[in-house]
């Protein structure tokens, strides 16, 4: 390979497999999962339904749905070994989302009744069972209380907002958690997703490959961003403070949290979907303040990046609404990107699966620049 070759370091525009998982159009602002577009599956899916949808590319009947939810229900109790490592990490204060990708690892232990074999449908019903479950003990233990057991007769959004507090959550608040799941269940070959596909492509175990998802999914490019984009809108306080504290932000050369993508350069939908279930979410609580503040917050960022960055079209992404609606169900900064990573699962497990059917190892090259023609120096001359 030669040197003027042209490297295309965040593989823009680059092709790399081919997928009935889900569609991103970024020029005319179109996320379709598994057939639907977002917008259509997103606030009527329960997210046991999407899980499936996207393991066997269709929805499931009732009958399917009901064996469905029920092995996965079986499943999200975790092993001592988990409790153990998450009690231990707990007294050190690591972040939520370090806890969730070094107790996923603990998921590949099998029980004595299990064959100690790779299997791939087991691991993948392991780790979207427990994923809730671990997020949500780690979450008790490091803020000094017990873990709270999980319930086989919840469906799983109920269920984990019942083993963060301790409490049934309404039917509308569970609602608002599947409506966020399931629209950010997949999303085409983003760094995670393509991150777990390439760990499969080597033929290695899907446990191997959601840790690494998770590892990929947690930096503020990715999936960290949400925190950040709460702080903001907190930090601005009231809304006419707004242009002057992200006009600075942008003079410094910071990024603005919750705005730009990668591929959509018009506003992303899942914004739309999640502003949506976000001002329903508020309203019922009878508070429309903080929703009211971000949506001038918004439009202020929007007027100010058109004035900053006008060649790069930068819109709001996903990130912006989901802290809305995070802290509106009441969960903490600290979960938000352990709470992506709870829907995520859905699409990286779906994608594991279909990677392992069409498999082919993804193994990009580089372009050596660096000198040919070193010569070794002994240690004490050098
Ligand atoms: N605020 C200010 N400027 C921005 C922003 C932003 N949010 N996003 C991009 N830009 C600017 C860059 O500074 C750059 O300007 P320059 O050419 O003058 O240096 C230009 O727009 C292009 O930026 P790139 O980094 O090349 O765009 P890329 O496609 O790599 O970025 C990304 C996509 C990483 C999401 C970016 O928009 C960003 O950092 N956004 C903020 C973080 C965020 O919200 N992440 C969540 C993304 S959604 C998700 O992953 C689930």
Redesign the pocket.
Known sequence: MKSETIVNP?L?GVIAAQTRLSSVDGQAGELIIAGFPVAELAGKATFEETVYLLWHDALPNSEQLTAFQKALASERVLSQVTLDLLAGIAAQKVPVIDALRMAASTLSLRTPNEAATDNAERDAYALVARFPTIVAAYWRLVNGAEPVAPRSDLHHAANFLYMLSGEVPSAERARALETYWNT?SD?GL??STFTARVIISTQSDMVSAIVGAIGALKG??????PGP?LDMVFEIGDASSAEPYLRAK?AR??????????VYKVR?PRAEVLSAAAARLYQRDGDMTLYNRARQVEQTALAL?AE??P??K?QT????YTALLLHGLGLSKDLFTPT?ATGRIAGWTAHGFEQRRLNRLIRPQSVYVGPKDRRWVPRAER
């Open positions: 965040g823009e950010v999303h983003n760094a503020p490019l990715h999936g960290g961003a984009a942008l050369g910071e990024r603005l949290m919750g705005f730009g993508h990668r992303d990046l900053f960055k060649e790069h930068l992404n996903v990130e912006f992506f």
